[in-house]
């Protein structure tokens, strides 16, 4: 899947760029699903050596094996696949506290995958400016609702229905850093009852 | 002059002679009561009567940030300088008093920082003094390299090393000793921050060496005052004020707008805090830039220019004040 042009939106929306080998101590690449495509890329433009200092933590999603075997044959240091977020979690944190500065943190994928990993990254130290990240694959969005808190994955319509609380929400563009998700607003607040028609946003 | 910080009315309270060529002095606030509090890292610049010439240096605060007692600054004497720190070493005594402007920082810790790792070369350790009192309070976590001439010349080496053991680690440059800089960055734990104060050749070494090993820019911090150059006297025109000001050999432009009356606002006097950025009207000749605040764009688009340490040569320069 090749790459979204986000329409221009409020300054706490999150915006990607495209990934760049720079200098470092070590390479840090989290993606998932179409993120690898990304890493990919990026490997085109660079020789045998970075690989060496590299550790890549891909979670394939939907993708299955379509690149797994691919980012693999990259010759990584490093090469851990796992079969979602919440699985690589500890071992993202665990490298993160193993490296040193200097180390180049790379995040490529869903914007639920940047969002939480950056989060870990800024914990550990790094400054949000010195994290690349490009999106790929599914712009399905990782949602807070703002009355009971719960997260809800892969949202693609506005509104949802929260998937704890069940009340239909509609799809902001803020964001929280912290817990890494747009905020979900109660749709019928005003007027309960009044829900409009779901649109199909995202894919 | 009414352009830099508030002003302060301080009597000097000691004058210390530390080494060869640096003096210590203390600052209590003239009819008692307590000084502004800072955080490390911060500067003053002390107002100095020395005939009818005024002069202001920024010196850093070195004394611990939480003392509202007193400041303590530390001048390097300068035989090859304007005059600023031969006069604080030669006309400065005990109990008399002075002007010194309200703290500015302008070299601050970023306390979202896991680790302070400091950097000082010569005088530059004046600033990481009130830090070290400031992280030490807070229970931080730091260190120190420090690289001096010889041992006689190490400013409060030994003092530092027995206040903070195990944290200071002090290089002579003459038995050879030099900071392992790509050997020290390369283990730095993530979260880590650098701090840099010395001169302008260690400055730019720790910049590049950081960056080619990957450090995020955001963690990499320095100061370095200049001290204004001198040169070719020359004239400048004020459009605002309306006035034509002669701009002496061993003058800043700063010092000549201010000796004429002209409200010109600055912080730093050292061409790194940006205050006195001026702009400029109309001009024939040459900038002589020597700010590290504007950016080359600017330096060649001879729109602006930085008082407090750039000069003008050639026919007509006039200036936005
Ligand atoms: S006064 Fe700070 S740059 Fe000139």
Redo the contacts between chains.
């Keep these: 899947m090749s790459k979204t042009e986000f329409p221009p939106s409020i300054k706490s929306r999150p915006v990607y760029g495209e990934l760049e080998a ?4 070590g390479h840090l690449m989290i993606a998932d699903a179409e993120g690898a495509e990304a890493i990919l890329d990026l490997a085109k433009t660079v020789d045998k050596d970075f690989w060496a200092k590299a550790h890549i933590i891909y979670i394939p999603k939907k993708t299955g094996t379509k690149y797994s075997s691919q980012l693999e044959a990259l010759g990584a240091g490093q090469y851990y696949c796992g079969p979602s977020y919440e699985a690589a979690q500890s071992r993202i944190r665990r490298a ?2 193993d ?6 943190v790379y995040l490529t994928g869903t914007e639920s995958l940047m969002g939480q990993a950056m989060y870990e990254a800024t914990s ?4 949000h ?2 994290i690349q990240t490009e999106h790929r694959g599914s712009t399905a969005r990782r949602m807070q609702c703002v009355h009971c808190k719960g997260i809800t994955e892969d949202v693609t319509t506005d509104p949802f229905e929260c998937s704890h609380c069940g009340l239909s929400l509609f799809v902001r563009d803020h964001y929280s850093r912290r817990i890494a998700a747009f905020q979900g607003v109660r749709v019928d607040a005003e007027d309960p009852g009044n829900i409009p028609e779901k649109v199909e946003l995202f894919k | 002059m009414s352009a830099g910080t508030a002003k302060l009315n301080v009597t000097v309270a000691e004058v210390k002679p530390i080494n060869d060529l640096v003096t210590r002095f203390k600052f209590v606030r003239t009819g008692g009561g307590g000084l502004p509090t800072f955080s490390g890292g911060a500067h003053t610049v002390v107002e100095m009567q020395d005939g009818d010439i005024t002069r202001l240096n920024a010196y850093s605060l070195m004394s611990n940030p939480a003392d509202r007692g007193a400041y303590t600054i530390s001048v390097r004497r300068d035989d090859q300088g304007r005059g600023g720190s031969k006069f604080m070493h030669s006309k400065v005594k005990e109990g008399m008093e002075m002007v010194i402007s309200n703290p500015v920082n302008l070299f601050s810790l970023d306390l979202r920082a896991k680790k302070h790792l400091m950097l000082a070369g010569g005088i530059g350790i004046t600033p990481f003094m009130a830090q070290m009192h400031q992280l030490a309070m807070m229970g931080g976590r730091f260190e120190l390299h420090y690289s001096v001439r010889t041992a006689s010349l190490g400013t409060y080496a030994k003092e530092l090393t027995e206040r903070y053991p195990g944290k200071v680690h002090v290089y002579h440059d003459d038995q050879k000793e030099a900071i392992d800089l790509p050997a020290l960055l390369a283990n730095q734990p993530l979260g880590t921050h650098v701090y840099v104060c010395g001169p302008k050749g260690m400055i730019n070494w720790v910049h590049g060496t950081a960056s080619e090993m990957g450090w995020p820019r955001e963690a990499v911090h320095s100061e370095e005052f200049l001290a204004p150059a001198s040169g070719k006297p020359f004239e400048v025109k004020c459009a605002v004020s309306n006035k034509v000001v002669q701009v002496g050999e061993h003058q800043s432009l700063l010092e000549a707008l201010e000796a004429a009356g002209i409200d010109a606002p600055y912080l730093c006097r050292g061409g790194a805090c940006g205050q006195c950025e001026t702009n400029v009207i109309g001009y024939d000749g040459k900038f002589l830039h020597h700010d590290h605040w504007l950016t080359d764009e600017q330096k060649a688009g001879g729109k602006h220019i930085m008082p407090c340490v750039s000069r003008f040569e050639g026919k007509t320069l006039v200036l936005d004040r």
Excluded: D, F, S
């Design positions: 720079r200098p470092g101590g993160l506290q490296c040193h500065m200097g180390t180049q550990a130290g790094i400054p400016t010195a």
